[in-house]
């Protein structure tokens, strides 16, 4: 089994900056794609930026030239930078991962972290 922690999350001023980790354990092989969305209270989760094993990045608009997406594959652990933070980025924020589980086995697996909250707040 896989099991994603994140962590990073917490209480800043507007301008301010954070960074995000979600830590993949378990039977890996390879994180594939990597995916960061985050749910504002009262709104549905939107995507907020992602990034393919063939290292194709996509950032939603309002993030664009702010945040900034990373992995360090012998950790297992992906990283979401945040700078120029605004209260509208409040919202919990979620890590999705596809992962190989095994050299042989070439299917994707898809998990969930568990959310961790950012609240910008002056």
């Known amino acids: 089994q896989v099991h994603l922690v994140e962590s990073g999350g917490g209480l800043v001023q507007p301008g301010e900056s954070l960074r995000l980790s979600c830590a993949a354990s378990?039977?890996?092989?390879?994180?594939?794609?990597m995916v960061w969305y985050r749910q504002a209270p009262g709104k549905e989760r939107e995507l907020v930026a992602s990034e393919t094993s063939g290292g194709s990045t996509n950032f939603a608009d309002s993030v664009k030239g702010r945040f900034a997406i990373s992995r360090d594959n012998a950790k297992n652990t992906v990283y979401l930078q945040m700078n120029s933070l605004k209260p509208e980025d409040t919202a919990v924020y979620y890590c999705?991962?596809?992962?190989?589980?095994?050299?042989?086995?070439?299917?994707?697996?898809?998990?969930w972290g568990q959310g961790t909250q950012v609240t910008v707040s002056s």
């Open positions: 999705n991962l596809k992962v190989r589980r095994r050299s042989f086995d070439y299917r994707a697996y898809d998990y």
């Open positions: 378990g039977s890996i092989f390879s994180i594939l794609d």
